[in-house]
Each structure stands twice: as C-alpha cells, then as structure tokens.
C-alpha cells in the first residue's frame, strides 16, 4: 500500500502539470529573469549561523496526519508576529491539496513586512517549481532526499544557486546522508517519517554524526521545549524548524516569544 508521501509526490506531478499548462514554464521564466537584478533576498544559512536561537518559525495550517491546525491562520498576520517576536527565520508550507498553503502566502507575508529568510517549504520535484519559489519572494527552497534521484537533485541545487536560491536539503534515514556531498547550503534531519508521519528528535541525534562537521545543520518537527533545543545545539544544530509547537496555541508569536525567553534562562547561545 502506498504510504502518504507517496501519495502527496503523486499529486505533485499531475499539480505541476496543471500549473504549466495554465503559465508556461517560458513566461514563468521570463518573469523570473526580470526580477533578478531588482529583487533581493536574506539569505537563510547566515541568519541562522549568527543567530542566538536559531528557531525557523513555520506557517502550516494543516496536514495530512492531524487536519486542521489552524484553518483560520492568515499568511499576513502570522509570520509577520514571528518576525516580531523573535524568529531567525520563517517557514512557509505552499503546498496546497496537503497541507492548506499557497505561494501567495509567501507574497503576502513579504507585503506584511517579513523581511527575514522566507523557507519555501514544498515537496519539490521539478525547477518550475524553483522559478515558482523565486517568484514569490523566498529565499530558500526545500529538497527532500528521499523523493529525488542524486542527479535530479545535484540539478536542481545548481538550478536553486542559478536563481540566488538557498538550498535546505532534508533527510530522515542513514541512506540519505551521502547526499550531503551535492553541497546544498543547510542540511535538514526531519524527525518525523513522511511516510508514516511518526516523530522521533531522536532521528537528529542519529544522524548528525554522519553528516559533515562544516555544514550548517537543521532539526526539523517534534521539537517543543528549550531542553531539547539546547540538547539538539550540542549535537552540532544551528537551525530549528518549529510549527505545529507555535500553531497550535492559538497565538504563534506569543508561543514563539515564550520559548525564546525559556532558551534565554537556560543560556543557550551559540558556541
């Protein structure tokens, strides 16, 4: 039986197809390639390498294995609330069918007045999608490993670093390490299966002892207190993707600011 991922990565092709049959894939880049000199964005890797936290705050209204978090969450309000409230960068989900995003949201949260990194978080499987990122005013994408050949995503980090786009490679078993040699700018552990949906942080403690010491390092879900997050920086973490800990409560950026000030009394900062 297929597992979710495997359903979500089938969507995601006959998506993408849609989205090239309504724009073309040359009037997509042709939009983009105007942009390119104009248009600037923060880079993700230095804001969290310089940042005391290092906490990447996640816009996600839903998902596949919980539904609803917060239907009524609005892409102008809430990253915007993360920006003020302490976030060393933002997550946005785009992905529509799964998990209730839009690429509008990135747009939206830019006019708002986010000007941090903005992660551009969907199941990427083709460069229009990159072109699609770019346009909408990230500054990083994310590549999952486990959905993508070597070569599909050695070429689509040349084509992201093509488009000033940073690169969040993500993990989540052994196997998947090796691709940390492709260069990409962060290297991500998911603590939760994609195709079961279970959590375990235990994933990121397993896994950073195979990936290269110089890399920028990021724990991603599951993650919910200062303890862990101080736990996580030991083992060599400098980014740590939150959303569902911060969408759940029903004020994102309050629940942001009180982990911040929980990291603060514990003294965590970075080495």
Known sequence: MADILDNIV?????????????????TLYAEV?????????????????????????????RSPSKGWIMQ?????????AYQENGAS???ILTDNQFFGGEDSYVTMARESGVTLPVLYKNFIIDEYQLFQARRCG??????????LKKAECRALIRRAHELRLEVLLETHHERETEYAELEPDMCGVN?????????????????????????????????????TIRQLRGAGYRGFLIGETFM????????????ITQLAEAGTSNP
């Not at 995601?12 to 989205?19: C, G, N, S």
């Not at 375990?200 to 200062?226: K, Q, T, Y």
């Open 191 to 227: 603590n939760r299966n994609l195709g079961t949906f279970i959590t375990s942080v235990d994933n990121s403690f397993r896994l950073s002892r195979l990936l290269p010491n110089d890399m920028c390092l990021v724990s991603e879900s599951g993650i919910s207190d200062a303890k």
């Open 89 to 91: 960068a933002i997550s």
């Open 138 to 147: 990230a500054s990083a994408v994310l590549l999952i490993a486990s959905v």
């Open 72 to 80: 009524e969450g609005k892409p102008q309000l809430i990253p915007l």
């Open 33 to 61: 390639e105007k942009m390119m000199d104009t248009t600037q964005v923060p880079s993700m890797r230095d804001a969290l390498l310089n940042s005391e936290t290092g906490i990447i705050s996640e816009f996600k209204r």
């Open 248 to 259: 759940k409560t029903g004020n994102p950026g309050k629940a942001l600011k009180e982990l």
């Open 10 to 26: 089938a969507h995601k092709r006959i998506e993408v197809a849609d989205f090239k049959a309504a724009l073309s894939p040359a």
